[in-house]
């Protein structure tokens, strides 16, 4: 009997024990914490921007969405900071490049005069010095770069320098009758050819 007790007790425990393990593992299967999944983010879809240009370059349709828009009648695309420039005759940024004529000094214009009057080669290399200029009237001497030279003088007329005389030696006073006003002072005295005398202008 006592035998029966213990055998049936033992069975009674090993159920027991197996019962409490079949839930320990029932358990911890609940509480397991999943493993997140990532996921990879989806791709951005590629959209095709259009290139800034010209609208010249616009195709017929008018798909393409240009910069600036229509020109103005000098071809110049106003939207795109672009203006006329009538000095200069093209289109600009004025806050790129200035829209006024560009400073030509009065030496290097005069030198012009002196080229086109006495019809010297483009390549002939010269020196000129402006000793006088009022704005007006001006003198000075020009020199070639390989020797010789002379004197100058000059008279401003509509914006444009004209040669009064140039060359060595007195002056003749029949130059002069077109530019009687010249300063005296620049030209005190000249060679009448007629009596063959200096006179005192």
């Not at 299967?29 to 990532?38: L, M, Y």
């Not at 010249?56 to 798909?63: C, D, I, Q, V």
């Not at 200069?88 to 000094?105: D, N």
């Not at 019809?119 to 402006?130: K, P």
Request: hydrophobic fraction near 35%.
């Amino acid at each position: 009997m006592k035998n029966t007790l213990l055998i049936g007790g033992l069975v009674l425990i090993v159920g027991l024990l197996g019962v409490a393990n079949v839930l320990l593992i029932k358990n911890s299967q609940k509480t397991e914490v999943p493993t997140p999944t990532i996921q990879a983010p989806s791709p951005t879809p590629f959209v095709e921007v259009p290139m800034l240009t010209d609208p010249s370059l616009a195709t017929s349709e008018g798909k393409q969405q240009l910069i600036g828009g229509d020109k103005d009648v000098h071809g110049c695309l106003g939207p795109a900071g672009y203006s006329w420039c009538e000095v200069k005759q093209k289109c600009l940024r004025v806050w790129e490049e200035k829209c006024e004529a560009s400073k030509i000094s009065d030496a290097d214009l005069i030198k012009q005069a002196l080229f086109t009057k006495n019809n010297w080669a483009s390549t002939l290399e010269v020196d000129l010095s402006v000793a006088q200029n009022d704005g007006v009237y001006a003198g000075g001497t020009v020199s070639e770069k390989q020797g010789g030279g002379g004197y100058f003088y000059a008279k401003k007329v509509a914006s444009e320098w004209k040669i009064v005389a140039d060359g060595n030696g007195m002056i003749m006073c029949e130059t002069l009758k077109e530019y009687a006003d010249f300063p005296k002072s620049m030209i005190p005295s000249c060679y009448n050819t007629i009596t063959g005398e200096t006179i005192t202008r």
